[in-house]
């Protein structure tokens, strides 16, 4: 049986809230998080928990608000911006 590791619970909320308090539609924020090989499909199932990103595109999150990758993926750390 294999092993499931642990995801963090409000990762989908948070990174949704980073693109609609930033106002950008999807294509926009793939522009702006300036990661390779991401397109909006990947972005909709990010935001709906479906998948989660790479390391490199919650590192590309965190720098476009300024914040720690921690804030992002620990649920005990609110999302201040």
């Known amino acids: 049986m294999p092993h499931k590791r642990p995801r963090p619970k409000h990762l989908a909320a948070k990174l949704r809230r980073i693109r ?3 106002g950008l ?3 926009k924020l793939i ?3 300036n990661v ?3 397109s909006p499909p ?8 479906r998948t989660e ?3 490199l595109v919650l590192l590309a999150y ?3 608000i ?4 921690d804030v992002l993926i620990d649920d005990e750390r609110e999302l201040e911006f």
């Open 42 to 49: 990947y972005i909709c199932q990010y935001e709906s928990g």
């Open 66 to 69: 300024g914040v720690s990758v």
């Open 36 to 38: 390779d090989r991401i």
């Open 20 to 22: 609609k308090s930033l």
């Open 25 to 27: 539609t999807q294509p």
């Open 31 to 33: 522009e702006r998080l």
């Open 62 to 64: 965190a720098r476009l």
């Open 53 to 55: 990103p790479t390391l």
